[in-house]
């Protein structure tokens, strides 16, 4: 089914650990967009790409790295995880085109023990 | 930064009943969009609204937009149980800014 696939789904990583979390579309997308959830919250933008080629921090950039590797996939990287890392992970794609909406994958729920 | 803010925080109904929410923004927009989270999963894109639009209607969905305000509103009419979830709207060019939503409970 075409959308946004993310791996994993669920990781567990002890404090200081890295790692990256993945996501790829395959609807062509332009723009990519990676968002944390915390409990009870909207999502915040942690970094996006526009297009490929492209990467620009968003709003809670700290800790974290990406790379556009190419127009279908968009990685996030915790180099040294921390507690406060723990949280739902959600990418997302977005068409060029004057208002297209945004499609998201299912979420990768990450602890950070 | 252009993040909507929603309110009710939760809302509890009645299935067959309307469910209105409201969303406020702070800076000028190209267009409002609505977005459902059922629990634990990502988000869906329900409807769009650009700014030179007032309302637009979409099933049961009927999204209107107050620029002179900066606010929108979302009605969602006949709710079924089905529709329990969270609602959130977002706004921004680009870099899409989520409010923390409106928790919506359609008791059967």
């Known amino acids: 089914n075409a959308g946004v696939t993310q791996t994993p789904k669920f990781q567990v990583l002890k404090t200081g650990q890295s790692m990256t979390l993945q996501c790829a579309q395959d609807?062509?997308?332009?723009?990519m967009y990676w968002y944390r959830q915390d409990p009870g919250m909207g999502l915040r933008l942690i970094y996006y790409s526009a297009s490929e080629g492209t990467t620009d921090k968003g709003e809670v950039p700290n800790g974290y790295n990406v790379s556009r590797l190419n127009k279908r996939e968009f990685s996030l990287r915790l180099e040294s995880a921390a507690p406060s890392q723990t949280s739902v992970y959600f990418c997302a794609s977005r068409a060029m085109r004057t208002g297209a909406g945004y499609t998201f994958g299912s979420g990768t729920r990450l602890t950070v023990v | 930064s252009q993040q909507g803010e929603e309110d009710p925080q939760a809302l509890s109904i009645q299935e067959g009943e309307n469910a209105t929410m409201n969303c406020s923004y702070k800076t000028s927009i190209n267009n409002l969009q609505w977005y459902r989270q059922n629990s634990g999963r990502g988000l869906v894109h329900l409807i769009l609204i650009r700014s030179n639009e007032r309302e637009k209607h979409s099933g049961r969905l009927r999204v209107t937009l107050d620029t002179s305000k900066k606010s929108s509103s979302l009605l969602i009419t006949a709710s079924r149980a089905a529709d329990t979830a969270s609602y959130f709207c977002a706004t921004g060019p680009n870099d899409m800014r989520f409010g923390a939503g409106t928790r919506l409970t359609v008791k059967p």
């Open positions: 609807m062509n997308h332009n723009s």
